[in-house]
């Protein structure tokens, strides 16, 4: 099947021009000006933006956490990712401690076969437990799977937070893989402590969460990740940076020049600790670990994207129902299952509270949202851009069209959208995966198992399609 895009406005991170791309046997074959070739479907762009699909590098899909389990599917998490503009995901597979990476593994690879996906699929490892000798050595082979990222908790004690050694051991194996290491930081030890006084007080409001997370454990565990990774000579990548205090170590790492980066995620730009409050136990919705900061984060958030000391939007998707999941806390917030839901939104969230607020650019957004997260994981320039040969992952994208976020219109199975009613101007309209329109107004249009399972190459590799 062969596809002809006319007319749209192609936006990379570096580029912006009007074109016509032509796309065969899944990828890119010809850009150029009023290309005339014949084509099985011709899509008019006319108006519209081509971007390359977005690129969402931290998910939860299907993932036992605390005594539940994350309530999208493969195939409803993926739909909702395509129907906002994602083409790829790169989920967390996590070691359960005491168990092998291999187990891991073949769990999250037999859920991705029931619930098939619609856009692709790459891992990351989660390393919980050291302990087996062993398990070294299959981390040491993981890259053969495809996994070229290593991901460790600092906090989340007595379930899959690691100590200094697991995490100092995990780094000096990533340098020797060339392998990207990324760190929950939080100081899980002192988190811990407070939860317990909390409890011990009977706090057991949603508020408290927040309370017993504060900013300087995320400050103190960022900057010791960031030492460590300085004395094993890794790679390191900071997950869902929440604040001033960890945004401060990170830029002082990139102003030397050391290899330090991290992410933010939509959450932490949009809401504050206040959502923590609304009545009726409806805050646990906003339950997500780090918590909801006071609002005068987002603007250190927002300067840091735009300055390069973040360089990456993902999305945490970590979701669960309010009734059934988030209720399990009702009367003790540190049994309310952590994480929000937020795989569908991000890009017109980006698009229209970044861009058309002039934050940031519109080359920047892509780089945010899809190139910065195929070059970190291996994926680039496979996907994260439009160019000859590229996998043809594209979002063709109103600028003007108005979209309400609503539950209604989500494909996500979760009971409830943390962006209910934001009107927000710019929406995908069709939405692209290896040249398959996946995604068309809203609706699937593909049959589930579309998704392919991407293994990935190093971190400052580059991956390139089959035959090339
Ligand atoms: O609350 C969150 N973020 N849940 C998912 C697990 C994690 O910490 O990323
Ligand atoms: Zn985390
Ligand atoms: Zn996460």
Redesign the pocket.
């Given at each position: 099947m062969s596809v002809l895009i006319k007319g749209g406005r192609i936006v990379t991170a570096s580029d912006d021009y009007v074109a016509d791309i032509f796309i065969e046997k899944e990828r890119i074959s010809l850009i150029g000006s009023n290309l005339k070739v014949a084509a099985d479907r011709v899509i008019d762009a006319r108006g519209k933006y081509v971007l390359p699909g977005a690129i969402d590098p931290?998910t939860?899909i299907e993932?036992p956490?605390g005594a539940t389990t994350t309530c999208d599917t493969w195939t409803s998490a993926t739909t909702a990712a395509a129907a906002g503009g994602t083409t790829t995901v790169v989920d967390?597979c996590v070691q359960t401690p005491g168990k092998s990476l291999g187990a891991a593994l073949d769990s999250w690879h037999k859920k991705m076969d029931k619930n098939k996906p619609v856009i692709d699929v790459g891992f990351h490892m989660a390393i919980t437990d050291l302990k087996k000798p062993e398990t070294m050595k299959e981390l040491a082979a993981i890259d053969e799977a495809g996994i070229t990222s290593y991901k460790l908790?600092m906090?989340?004690k007595g379930a899959v937070m690691v100590d200094d050694t697991t995490l100092f051991k995990v780094m000096r194996q990533a340098k020797e893989k060339g392998a990207v290491v990324m760190v929950?930081a939080e100081n899980g030890d002192a988190i811990d402590v407070l939860v317990k006084d909390a409890q011990a007080k009977k706090h057991t409001l949603p508020k408290y969460h927040a309370s017993t997370r504060p900013v300087e454990t995320e400050g103190e565990a960022t900057n010791r990740a960031i030492q460590l990774s300085r004395i094993a000579g890794s790679t390191l990548y900071v997950?869902?940076v929440s604040c001033k205090q960890s945004i401060d170590p990170i830029a002082h790492a990139r102003e030397n020049d050391w290899d330090i980066h991290g992410e933010t995620c939509p959450q932490y730009l949009f809401f504050d600790e206040s959502y923590l409050d609304k009545p009726n136990f409806e805050g646990a919705k906003w339950?997500?670990?780090?918590p909801p900061r006071p609002k005068e984060h987002q603007d250190h958030l927002w300067h840091a994207l735009n300055k390069d000391v973040l360089s990456v939007i993902s999305t945490?998707h970590?979701p669960f129902n309010w009734k059934g999941q988030k209720t399990l806390g009702r009367k003790d917030f540190a049994m309310i299952p952590?994480?929000?839901v937020g795989i569908e939104d991000r890009v017109r969230l980006i698009h229209h509270y970044g861009v058309t607020k002039g934050r940031i650019s519109l080359n920047r957004m892509v780089e945010l949202l899809s190139t910065g997260p195929a070059k970190y994981f291996g994926l680039y320039p496979r996907k994260g851009t439009i160019s000859i040969g590229a996998d043809a992952d594209i979002v063709i994208f109103d600028p003007k069209k108005k979209w309400t976020i609503s539950k209604k219109t989500s494909h996500c199975l979760a009971d409830h959208n943390l962006y209910e009613g934001r009107k927000v101007t710019g929406t995908p309209v069709v939405t692209l995966v290896r040249g398959k329109v996946v995604v068309e107004d809203n609706k699937l249009v593909v049959t589930p198992g579309h998704g392919q399972y991407i293994k990935r190459a190093n971190y400052g590799s580059k991956l390139l399609a089959k035959g090339k």
């Open positions: 931290h939860h993932f956490f967390f908790f906090a989340y929950h997950v869902h339950i997500y670990t780090p945490d970590c952590n994480g929000g």
